[in-house]
Every structure is written in C-alpha cells, then in structure tokens.
C-alpha cells in the first residue's frame, strides 16, 4: 500500500515510535529512523517487519532539542530519499514535578523535544508535500493532549500545544493531498512508563505489577496497556485513502481515559 512512500519517524529507536515505524515497514514504506542508543536492532527490527518488500531503512541521529540538527536529518531525507512523504512526529520526553518545583530548564527541554520539534520538521516536510500533492503528518500527542494529570505541567501543555499545531497544519493543507492529525495514546508500556512504574514501586513499597495495576487503574478503565503495534495501525489507517478527509483530528486510544 506504501511502497514508494518514505517515512520519517523520530524518536523511532525504542517504544512507539519503533512500533509505528515497523507497521509503516510492513505496509512497504521507506523507513528513516532517529533517536539515542543502539541503532543496528531497530533497523534489523524494521526491516524484518517489512518481510516481502524491498525496503530502505536510513537513520539520523538529529537532537531533536536542536533546529539545526533537524535541518541536517531533513536535508538528508531529500539527498538520500527524495523527501519525506509521511513524517510522525514520536519523540518526547517526560519530567514530573508540581509546578512550583519544576526546573525551568526541564520545562525548556520538555517544550522543545515534545514540541518546537514537530514545528521544524513540519515546515521542512510541508513544500514537498505540496508539490507531490500528497503527504501525510501524523503527530504523537497523548491523552495529556486532551486532558491534564498533576505534575505535568510542561508535558500537558507541551501535547496540548501539539494538539492545536496539528489542527493548524490540517487547515493550512485542507484543500491539498496532504493531511495531519494527531494520535493520543493513553497508557503504552514504553521504558518511559516502565520507568514511573518501576519509581512508583519503590516509593510505596509494593510489586511492580501491583505498581502497574495502580497506574493504570487510576486513568485507564480498559486495565490494558495500548501496543505500539495498535499505534502503528491507526497510522497505517491514517495514510490510507480511506483516510483522505480525516484531518485535523485527536484521535484518542486511551482504553476510555478520556471517555470518564
């Protein structure tokens, strides 16, 4: 269905965005993968997602905290691939802390990862996107998009703040083949969330899978974890033509946090 496509997936080493980035594979899709660590397993991953199709898997390692490393990735997804036709804005960052304690250098880094990043890579992407007269942005926001949880200032306004950049891309582009909407996940068994988990353990002194029933008791009425795999699904679905005229949207899969 993708085959020709080229999809860049940041944040796309681990978690999420791996699992979106092996589902656009399978569909046929070039892949170019970003993140920190090791590299050789998410590309072996992705590629033996892609089974039948003759796939090409590049990686850049831009610091997406940083604009001119973004510009380097973006120049080098026209010079290596002809150009990014689906980008997935993924990488994101996390810290917790009532406001009043929150380092303002942690809330800088928060914005700029979770945020100014898609930003960038967005207005790099768009012109070719409009010249082919077909592209796809698929940012990934979160139930904090929608709602907010305490301690999370920076991360809640971050994904609402994407929340509304992706509304904006989708009327900007309205009358063209290109589309953006965002995907809310609720709780994804991510390191990032291992991490809360494995914190929450300790600090209460119980399991961590009782650590984890509570976690996910407290948000999430479906008691499921969301896969990356049901992620890259929907994403899959989003560059489909069945998905043409879906634009603009925040699409929650949140096992029903957001319905409560």
Known sequence: ???????????????????????????????????????????????????????????????????????????????????VDILVNNAGIQFVANVEDFPPEKWDAIIAINLSSAFHTTRLAIPSMRAKNWGRVINLASAHGLVASAGKSAYVAAKHGLVGFTKSVALETATTGVTANAICPGWVLTPLVQKQIDARAEREGITVEEAQKGLLGEKQPSLQFVTPQQLGD??????????????????????GWVAQ
Not at 2 to 29: H, P, R
Not at 235 to 250: E, K, T
């Open 234 to 255: 929907l994403a899959v679905f989003l560059c489909s033509p069945a998905a043409d005229n879906i634009r603009g949207v925040a699409w929650n899969v949140d096992g």
């Open 1 to 83: 269905m993708l085959n020709g496509k080229t999809a860049l997936v940041t944040g796309s080493t681990s978690g999420i965005g791996l699992g979106i980035a092996c589902q656009l594979a399978a569909q046929g899709a070039n892949i170019i993968l970003n993140g920190f660590g090791d590299v050789d397993a998410p590309k072996a991953e992705v590629l033996a997602a892609a089974k039948a199709h003759a796939i090409k898997v590049g990686y850049h390692g831009a610091d997406m905290s940083k604009p001119a490393e973004i510009e380097a990735m973006m120049a080098y997804a026209a010079a290596d691939f002809g150009g």
